[in-house]
C-alpha cells in the first residue's frame, strides 16, 4: 500500500487577492522502503501531468513491468502496516514559498536540459517534489505568477515586495523563498533587497535544468533554500540567493553561464556561505544598506520609473541613445572598460536632460567618479548594468538630482 508523506490543501486565496495558497502539512514519516515507493508515485504523478514522453514511458513501464514479474514468480509478501509517525519539523513557524515560474517550474521532453517549457509546474508541484521539506518547517506556497523570468515585470516586483512586507508582519511567518527563472534572478533579488521592510530571511533560488530532465537541480535548490530560510543565522542578512549549495547576498550575485548548473555565482566578490546536508553556514554579509534599513518605499506605488540600458561596442550609433533617452525616465549605459565610450557618446550624453548612470559591460570590477567621461553621469560603483537599472528606478521614485543619485550608488 502506498502512501503519501505530505498532504496539500488547498486552502484558497486566504491571504492575498489573485494568488492560490497550499499548504504543506507533515504527516507520517516514511520509512526508507516507503520513500522509494513514494517517490515513484510522485514521478509517475508528475510525469502524467507532464504528458509523458517516450523515456518517461519506458521508465513507468519498467516498475510495472518489475512488479509483474515478481508476481507471477514468487509468492506476494505481506507487507505489515506501518503506524504513522508525524515529522515535527525542525523549526517553529512558517517558510512561505512565493513561486514566480523560470526553469525550477519548467517541463519537457524527458531528459534533456534544453528546449522546455518554463513557468509550467504549480507551486504544489514544487513543493510535493520535495517531501523533505516538511522536516524543516511548516510550508506554504503562493503562486505569484507563473512565467519565464524575461517576463518578469515591475509590477509583478512591487506585488512580491508587498506581499513579503504584509507576510512578515505575521508572528508564525519565520521566512520566506521565492521560486524564480535565473536570467533575471539577481535584479528581483536586489529590487527585494532595496524594497523589503523586515529582517526575516528572504531567499531566491531557481535551478538551471526543468524538472522534467536528468539530475534535475531545482529541488535541492528549494530544499536548501528552505533550510537558509528557516536558519537564525539568515535574519539580517538582506535578501539571499541560495544555488547549488552556495548562499549569495542579493547585491553581488549574478548569472554567469548559459547552461552550468553553477551558473549563479558572485563573480569576485564570491558567496557568503555554504549549505550541507540542511545545515547553513553564513560566513560574510554585505556592509550596503538593504531591506529594513532601506529608504525606498514601494507600497503606494503602481509601477517604477523606466529606465533603459544601453550597451556600448565599437562604432555604435550614438543616435540610438536619443531614441532611449526620450522613451525613458534614465539611462544606463554598460559601457566598455571602467564605463567608457566612443567620443559620439560622449557628445550625445551631454546634451541628455535625464540620470545617466555609467556602468561597464565586463562584469568585475568598480566604476569611480574619477572614470566618468561625461560631467553630471552618475558611476555605477561596482553594480553591473542591469543591478544599476534596478536601483536608478528606485532612485527615480524620490529623485532627479544626479548628485542624490550618485551617494544612493554609493549606499546601496
Ligand atoms: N529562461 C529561464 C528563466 O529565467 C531560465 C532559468 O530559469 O534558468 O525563467
Redesign the pocket.
Known sequence: MRKNIISLILTGSLLLSGCSLVTLETNPKPTAAEETQITEETTTVKETEASVTETTTAAVETTVTEETKTSETEPVETVPEVTSVPVTPKTTGKVVILAT????A?VGDAGKSAGYR??TLTAEDLISAVPQLAEVAQIEAIQVCN?????ITAEVWIELANKINELARDPDVRGFVIT??????EETAYFLNLTVKTDKPVVIT???RPSTSISADGPMNLYESVCVAASNDAIGKGVLVVFSDLIYTARSVT?TSTYDVM?ISARENGACGVVRDGEVFIYEGTTKRHTSKSEFDVSSLKTLPKVSVIYFSVDMDPEILKYAAEHSDGLVIAGAGAGEFSEGYIEVIKKLKIPVVISSRIGDGIIIPDNLLVEGTIAADNLPPQKAAVLLRLALTETTDAAKIQDMFFEY
Do not use: L, R
Not at 147 to 151: I, K, L, P, Q
Open positions: 515560474g523560470g526553469t525550477i519548467g518554463p513557468g512565467v519565464n523570468s524575461d517576463d524564480h527563472g535565473t536570467d533575471t534572478m531557481g535551478s538551471m548569472k551558473a
